[in-house]
């Protein structure tokens, strides 16, 4: 198989945002948000061109300890973002969102880079790097799932038990439903990558299995702790 990729011109690259552009165009037409989306998409483009040279270094540095740091770094951003949905909340709930993303985030990062993939040596970045973003972005958008229910079932008076059930529950929804399409509705982004660049297909589909039992195992691992943890915090509130 072709082990190269084919690069993006700049002037291709624009055009990817032809769709992004029309977008806005009806936001703006129709009285909506366009201001948002448009901060949105310059954020977007501006923190992946700077990854891009970020992880340029990092790769080169081949050091542990740099790696922690943007691990750690990565958590922190995570946690913060997860709780944007109760804002008044968000500094009580803080360290609860940042030690469930850990364990829950790390225990499966652990899990996936040490024993199924092997990492030598175990830090290294082109791998641990790019897993861990998965599995702390899926980290978060689950506790911020759960944090969302759980606070809107409270103030509907549901008792905390069943409300912790719910968001729990509807937590879920999303991973499932990944469960459910991968294969039939979508390949995924890192199976997706991984053919472009020539990777045999066997091969790309066992690193998703991997990649979404990780995710799954995350999603749940990283809610039941974060509930547990901020139970507290929601009823006195």
Same mark, same amino acid.
Request: aromatic share 10%; net charge positive; glycine share 6%.
């Given at each position: ?5 084919? =690069?993006?011109?700049?002037f291709?690259?624009?055009?990817? %945002?032809?769709?992004?552009?029309? $977008?806005?165009?009806?936001?703006? +037409?129709?009285?909506? &948000? ?8 310059? +954020? ?17 540095? &081949?050091? =542990?300890? !740099? ?23 968000r +500094? ?12 829950? #985030? @790390? *225990? ?10 092997? *990492?030598?040596?175990? %830090?290294?970045? /082109? ?5 861990? #973003?998965?599995?702390f972005?899926?980290? !978060? ?10 606070? =809107? ?8 038990? /069943? ?17 459910? =399409?991968? #294969? ?6 890192? !199976?997706t #990558?991984?053919?472009?660049?020539? $990777? &045999? ?15 799954? @195992? ?11 943890l901020? /139970?507290?915090? %929601?009823? /006195?509130?």
């Open positions: 198989m072709n082990t190269s990729i084919q =690069a993006i011109s700049t291709n690259l624009a055009l990817a %945002f032809i769709p992004v552009i029309a $977008v806005i165009v009806i936001l703006y +037409r129709w009285s909506l &948000d366009a201001n948002n989306a448009i901060y949105a998409v310059i +954020r977007m483009l501006v923190q992946l061109l700077l990854v891009g040279y970020i992880l340029t270094a990092i790769f080169q540095a &081949d050091s =542990a300890w !740099m790696v922690m740091i943007v691990l750690l770094i990565m958590v922190s951003a995570a946690s913060w973002i997860a709780l944007g949905v109760v804002k008044t909340q +500094r009580a709930l803080y360290s609860h969102a940042f030690w469930a993303i850990i364990v829950g #985030g @790390g *225990l499966s990062l652990a899990l996936v880079t040490q024993a199924v993939i092997g *990492l030598e040596p175990w %830090f290294e970045a /082109k791998y641990m790097v790019p897993l861990a #973003g998965m599995i972005a899926n980290s !978060m958008n689950s506790v911020s799932l759960a944090a969302e229910r759980l606070n =809107a079932e409270l103030n509907h008076n549901i008792p905390y038990e /069943k409300a912790r059930s719910i968001a729990f529950n509807a937590t879920f929804i999303p991973a499932v439903n990944a469960l459910f =399409a991968v #294969g039939l509705v979508a390949l995924p982004g890192m !199976m #990558g991984q053919i472009l660049s020539g $990777v &045999d297909p066997i091969v790309a589909a066992h690193y998703q299995i991997v990649i979404m039992c990780m995710v799954f @195992g995350s999603a749940g691992l990283s809610t039941a702790y974060f509930l547990h901020s /139970k507290a915090v %929601f009823i /006195k509130k």
